[in-house]
């Protein structure tokens, strides 16, 4: 597509959205075995882990996160695509490695939308960037420069403990969160419109529609 731009920045701030069962605090840094090795590399430090044996497939609270500053967006910009960036590990060595995205969704007036960039691959055990999106995607939204600009746009991300096993519950996951987290928005000036002289061309005829050669 020709003639995008874009615009970086960083979020403002992260809080945790409940969603049942999703009672797993991203922040609480309850279990002892996980290590403050997240928060050291920058990483926010988080404790993933399944509340009992026979409780698996627990998950995380949503982390939203959002205060990204758009506003030197030209008006009017059409928006075409969404990136954003953050690093993510779970720690190896003391426990498995049982983490996985369930949700990695825009926030477009403060609710998650459009479509779920989860993946399914286990987290790194070191720490690692990953974009999300693309400057030709959109996620599946027509997005607006009134909601990219707005101070309750951002991402959700929620993650998942997929261990099968009963005698290993516990995983430590790391998240990035606030000003760690970069979104670039990518846009252009004039909406895209189809080129009239690639189209094919017809002429009205005595018996029926020709197309012009």
């Known amino acids: 597509m020709p003639g995008i731009q874009s615009l970086t920045s960083v979020g ?6 409940d969603e049942s069962p999703g009672n797993c605090f991203w922040f609480d840094g309850a279990y002892a075995a996980c290590s403050t090795i997240g928060t050291e590399a920058g990483v926010q430090g988080n404790n993933l882990f399944a509340k009992s044996p026979g409780d698996l497939g627990y998950i995380s609270k949503y982390q939203d996160t959002t205060g990204f500053n758009f506003a ?3 008006n009017p910009a059409f928006i075409v695509g969404v990136s954003v960036t953050f690093r993510k590990h779970q720690q190896l060595g ?7 995205d369930r949700k990695v969704q825009l926030l477009v007036g403060g609710t998650g939308q459009g479509n779920n960039k989860a993946s ?3 987290w790194p055990n070191t720490v690692q960037s990953f974009t ?5 995607d959109p996620w599946g939204l027509s997005l607006t420069r009134a909601q990219v600009v707005a101070a309750n746009f951002g991402i959700r991300i929620q993650a998942q403990n997929v261990s099968s096993s009963d005698s290993a519950p516990y995983t430590c996951a ?3 969160q606030g000003n ?10 004039e909406a895209v419109v189809p080129n009239i002289n690639y189209l094919p061309k017809f ?3 005595s018996k029926g529609i020709g197309r012009i050669r």
């Open 12 to 17: 403002g701030s992260t809080v945790e959205v």
């Open 72 to 74: 030197a967006l030209p």
């Open 203 to 205: 002429s009205i005829r």
């Open 174 to 176: 790391y998240l990035e």
């Open 120 to 122: 399914a691959s286990l």
């Open 132 to 136: 999300y999106g693309a400057s030709t």
């Open 94 to 100: 003391i426990l498995p490695l049982f983490a996985i």
């Open 180 to 189: 760690q987290i970069s979104m670039t928005v990518y846009y252009v000036t």
